[in-house]
């Protein structure tokens, strides 16, 4: 069609040529975005390694950025991370699933219709919000019920962190659980199995792809968040496993010391290395994600 | 056989209430806040500068801070992220798929990077190395990065719910691929890109880790005068008075009143958002239908 269109208009091939790129080139631009972040954090990043060595910080269990001797272990934030989000991830993924499978298999459209806006506003909610909401609340319920001395502690953090790591966790488990095929649960009633049976024996089981797509998206959303969990995990850089004592996040640590510190310090520089263990973290996370959509849609699915 | 029906019984029981429980939580949520944050909300509230350090008067100056921050950030992502979707909707041909794949994937990353990580790239990039200093442009610029993959899958939804018979019409009458574009399908994703629009607007609202890094202040006497002055902001006014004021409990009825503004901007949006989504997309369906 282009060739006669061409004859007539000279002009309007240039155009759509021209246009063509412009578009192509935005659609680069996320590509872009990830390089640059990439390259950012990794050129500022490395510059802390001409004062520090790599191994002690990757192994160091002491963060004392400011004092006569400064030390830069990460350990305490690495513990910190993965205290909260695993905490969290364990009390938002049993009810989440089971929640994304009832609105899947069991509600009825208008109950699905009305419940899923509901709990998609929890992903709504700014974090900032959420921090305040554990600041303010969450941390006084959380000590009377323990009898807990510390008020910002771990648990606290996590709490907050598995209404927000909630919503994405149903959403995309309630598509993967929804996404299984008729004919499946169809030959599983044929069977003689009850509606019971059919969901945990056909339907679980062949949306479990999904499921764990969703739980580390989970993952990754709780790890990367920033606001709520220094508003409510105490930050204190100390290596612990105990929900009720204050830990201090990756996050956490970047939020706070940035604003304080000498720019192009060494401290400043060790910041940003610690950016660059979060962003490697959270790449894998969704890269892993990624891949495993992309094998079960080549599976017709 | 019994049993059978009342394992089910059971099961169904434990599905029902996650869910319930779940959505229990929302409203608890929100009716706490609410609760709360009502009682401090007042005409003077939203309209008046606050006084006293902070202990009294309104958020006048982050409203402001926030609605030209969030602007200025629409102003940078959503061309970029509108003419990003048309691409990967309109001319990305899936047989090229390790273009598409690239594209697609480097989307994905980007909406899981931390919101704090744009910080650090916001610090370096645009007010260290470009010289942007601690700005509404720089935090807008950052806030846009950001944003950018929320904008762009929401267009590309919008973009590819407006049916393939509309773009054969077009080019069975002779247009060019772009009049098709222009003509045939973006007019009627007007109302999906409008949806993303929204829904990057309230995403740029409620951030603070970001804007801690590149701008936001916490007191500033006037509002800001170009995109090169610091700003006040929402979330930022809310973490600063809850965490780092002399006094967080004398403040505490400010801070519910902060909150319940911010939620209200966020969440009405986030509404709008969903409502005229839902109304296209019925419409579509019965055109396609």
């Not at chain 1, 999904?210 to 508003?231: N, S």
């Not at chain 2, 940078?76 to 990003?84: D, H, Q, T």
Request: include cysteine.
């Amino acid at each position: 069609m282009s060739t006669t269109h061409s004859l007539i208009h000279p002009r309007p091939r240039f155009r759509e040529w021209i246009l063509e790129h412009v578009f192509l080139a935005a659609a680069f631009a996320s590509v872009l975005v990830v390089l640059l972040i990439f390259a950012f954090l990794l050129s500022n990043g490395l510059q802390a390694f001409r004062d520090i060595d790599l191994v002690g910080f990757l192994t160091g269990t002491i963060w004392q950025p400011v004092s006569e001797e400064p030390k830069y272990g990460l350990v305490p934030m690495l513990t910190g991370s993965l205290l909260v989000t695993g905490l969290s991830i364990a009390l938002s993924v049993p009810i989440s699933i089971l929640c994304a499978t009832y609105l899947s298999q069991v509600a009825s459209p208008a109950v699905r219709e009305i419940a899923k806006p509901i709990i998609e506003m929890l992903a709504a909610v700014p974090s900032v919000v959420y921090g305040f909401v554990a600041l303010v609340i969450i941390a006084d319920m959380i000590q009377s019920a323990f009898h807990n001395p510390i008020r910002l502690n771990a648990l606290n953090a996590s709490v907050v962190l598995t209404l927000m790591v909630a919503p994405t966790i149903v959403s995309i488990s309630e598509d993967a659980i929804s996404s299984v095929p008729q004919e499946y649960k169809e030959a599983a009633l044929a069977l003689g199995a009850s509606k019971w049976e059919m969901i945990r024996d056909v339907v679980l089981p062949s949306s479990l792809s999904g499921i764990f797509v969703a739980v580390m998206l989970g993952i990754g959303r709780a790890i990367g968040e920033t606001m709520a969990v220094l508003m409510a995990a105490g930050n204190a850089a100390v290596v612990t496993f105990n929900p009720l004592a204050s830990v201090e996040t990756m996050t956490a640590v970047i939020a706070i010391e940035m604003g304080e510190v000498t720019f192009n310090s060494t401290h400043f520089y060790a910041l940003f290395a610690v950016g660059v263990v979060l962003f490697v973290f959270t790449l894998v996370i969704n890269l892993v994600a990624q891949v495993i959509v992309r094998r079960y849609k080549a599976l017709g699915r | 056989m019994t049993s059978k029906a009342t394992t089910q019984r059971i099961a169904f029981l434990l599905l029902r209430l996650s869910a319930a429980g779940m959505i229990a939580a929302v409203f608890a949520l929100l009716g706490y806040l609410i609760w709360n944050g009502a009682s401090a909300l007042s005409l003077p509230f939203l309209l008046e500068s606050p006084r006293e350090g902070m202990s009294a008067g309104g958020v006048f100056p982050a409203i402001v801070g926030t609605f030209y921050l969030t602007l200025l950030t629409l102003a940078f992502a959503l061309p970029l992220g509108v003419a990003a979707a048309i691409y990967l909707s309109e001319y990305a041909d899936p047989r090229r798929s390790k273009t598409l794949y690239v594209m697609r994937t480097a989307t994905v990353v980007l909406a899981g990077i931390p919101s704090i990580v744009y910080g650090l790239l916001g610090l370096g990039l645009f007010v260290l190395f470009l010289g942007l200093g601690f700005s509404i442009l720089s935090s807008a610029l950052t806030l846009s990065f950001l944003t950018l993959p929320v904008i762009i899958s929401a267009s590309e939804e919008a973009l590819r719910t407006v049916p393939m018979s509309y773009r054969e019409g077009a080019l069975a009458l002779g247009a060019t691929k772009w009049q098709v574009i222009r003509d045939a399908v973006l007019p009627f994703a007007v109302p999906g890109i409008l949806t993303a629009c929204i829904l990057g607007l309230a995403r740029a609202a409620g951030e603070t880790a970001p804007i801690l890094l590149t701008g936001a202040a916490y007191y500033l006497p006037e509002l800001p005068n170009s995109i090169f002055d610091q700003f006040m902001a929402l979330p930022f006014h809310i973490f600063a008075l809850s965490t780092q004021s002399v006094n967080p409990k004398l403040t505490r009825p400010i801070q519910f009143g902060s909150v319940l503004v911010l939620l209200l901007l966020v969440l009405s949006l986030n509404v709008i958002a969903i409502v005229i989504r839902g109304y296209y997309r019925r419409k579509y369906r019965r055109v396609a239908g």
